[in-house]
């Protein structure tokens, strides 16, 4: 067994250098165990890591999936730019099934939906709100808000929209630009490229529910032809008027 | 205690001693009758193996987390007011994924949170399931001329079939009490007042909608919605 090699033998013994030995280096570097991580460590950041991704993933996909969404199961029952009556008894009995079946629609309300698509041609829509709880609503294809209106109580609130895919697509001239007088209060502009315009009538019992679907059946929503961007296709109501 | 501690001290600088450099005597060698390769393969194979498995769980842990959450809804999403749940965003357009993810994957036509509360219950003020072999009693406040509705589901969003033809009742359609609060009993047997069925639906759903006046609500009031939502008491289960 050899001798330590201590500084002071090494000042008496000049053939062999000293062992460098560095006592005061090695206390004040870091310390191994936090300079490097250990396996468990690692090893649960990355379970950590790509469990919070597959969160993440996971839910943005199911945002973006829409087979189930009411817009793709009514458009796919119901003939677009056109207000149909819908209501789950009635979805039932038409025939679709339990496809078109739109879970927790109650008949706390009558329900009128008009399907469109303004990627061709702008859609305009024209209804009145009679009374109280009377709402219109244009939902697009994910599900989100693009206009909604709930009637003044007394005060019939007229609906008149022109639904667009988009603000920066050219709709048109306006009746002004061609020369045309403005027939009045020109019509909100909504901006929605595929969805559900929704017409809701509080259910306010059995005596009243002919006289609401008789003003349901007032409401419109339709196409507007290329050539007339800036005004809207004329509809009955306005032949009606002008009569 | 010292002399041990030098005996170890000289035996790990015995061997440096001689290069001049101070090294950590080398651990015991563990006898195996694995050659070193087979050894180091199986090993890898251990770790590779662990760390697929770890990654398959961490993979269906984040899934189903974020399935579970568009179901049913965490505290970034949904507000709960007793037995009553109501996704805060919903149909609003900055809404988060799982809202979005909510109302599409439910598929159903919901008022936005913009314009009206909606508000689901699947419990009563006892956190007991609502189911239809129970009778309810559901009070609630006067809503100071607000349009509210409470109908009743099954467990799958889809009415209860009844001879009534009894689904829901709405601010018009309910008899009130004389200071404007009202009284809504859910059971299989029929009642006098409001009474809604629910015989045979198994568990069900109770939802109330509060929608706000055309002029809307600010924020505040809109966040003070929960103070209308009526209470769900059982009166007993058959």
């Not at chain 1, 109650?106 to 702008?122: K, M, R």
């Not at chain 1, 920066?168 to 009045?184: C, M, Y």
């Not at chain 2, 100071?144 to 009743?152: R, T, Y």
């Not at chain 2, 055309?214 to 289960?237: D, F, M, N, V, W």
Request: glycine letters at 8%; aromatic letters at 8%.
């Amino acid at each position: 067994m050899s001798e330590i090699a201590t500084p002071s033998n090494a000042t008496t013994d000049v053939a062999t250098p000293p062992p460098e030995v560095r006592p005061y280096q090695e206390r004040t570097t870091t310390p191994r165990k936090f300079r490097e991580p250990s396996g468990w460590l690692r090893f649960i950041s990355l379970f950590v890591i790509t469990a919070a991704i597959a969160h993440l993933l996971t839910a943005f996909y199911l945002a973006g999936q829409d087979q189930q969404s009411s817009y793709t199961k009514l458009a796919a029952a119901l003939e677009p730019l056109t207000f149909h009556k819908i209501d789950n008894t009635s979805l039932r009995g038409s025939g679709h099934g339990d496809t078109t079946r739109l879970p927790f629609l109650g008949v706390d309300a009558l329900n009128i939906v008009c399907v469109f698509s303004s990627e061709q041609s702008p859609v305009w829509v024209q209804a009145e709100l009679p009374d109280r709880a009377w709402t219109a609503g244009v939902y697009r294809d994910d599900g989100t808000t693009a206009y909604f209106a709930t009637a003044i109580a007394g005060r019939p609130t007229s609906i008149d929209l022109k639904i667009v895919p988009d603000v920066e697509r050219f709709q048109g001239l306006t009746p002004q630009a061609r020369g045309h007088a403005s027939s009045g209060t020109p019509p909100i502009n909504v901006v929605a490229p595929k969805g559900l315009i929704v017409i809701r009538a509080p259910d306010q019992g059995a005596s009243y529910r002919q006289n609401h679907e008789a003003q349901l059946a007032k409401a419109e929503c339709g196409a507007q032809p290329s050539d007339e961007a800036g005004d809207r296709a004329p509809s009955p109501r306005d032949a009606s008027t002008a009569e | 205690m010292a002399d041990a501690s030098f005996d170890t001290a000289q035996a790990a600088l015995t061997g440096a001693a001689d290069n001049g450099v101070i090294a950590a005597a080398p651990a015991p060698a563990r006898p195996s009758i694995l050659p070193d390769p087979v050894r180091r393969l199986i090993g890898r194979i251990g770790r590779l193996t662990l760390t697929a498995i770890a990654l398959a769980a961490a993979i269906s842990l984040g899934s189903l987390s974020a399935q579970r959450f568009v179901a049913n809804g965490f505290y970034l999403t949904t507000d709960s007011f007793g037995p009553w749940e109501q996704w805060h965003d919903e149909g609003r357009s900055d809404a988060d994924p799982y809202t979005r993810a909510h109302s599409l994957g439910r598929g159903t036509i919901r008022l936005s949170a913009d314009v009206a509360g909606v508000y689901e219950a699947r419990v009563d003020a006892e956190g007991a399931r609502l189911h239809s072999s129970c009778d309810y009693s559901i009070e609630g406040p006067n809503v100071d001329g607000l349009w509210w509705s409470l109908s009743v589901f099954d467990s799958n969003g889809a009415l209860i079939d009844n001879e009534a033809d009894r689904h829901a009742f709405t601010s018009d359609t309910a008899a009130l009490n004389p200071n404007g609060s009202f009284t809504i009993t859910l059971g299989r047997d029929a009642r006098h007042g409001n009474w809604l069925p629910t015989g045979g639906a198994g568990r069900i759903v109770v939802v109330f909608t509060l929608l706000d006046p055309a002029t809307g609500l600010s924020p505040e009031a809109r966040a003070s919605r929960h103070l209308y939502l009526p209470t769900i008491r059982s009166e007993g289960c058959s």
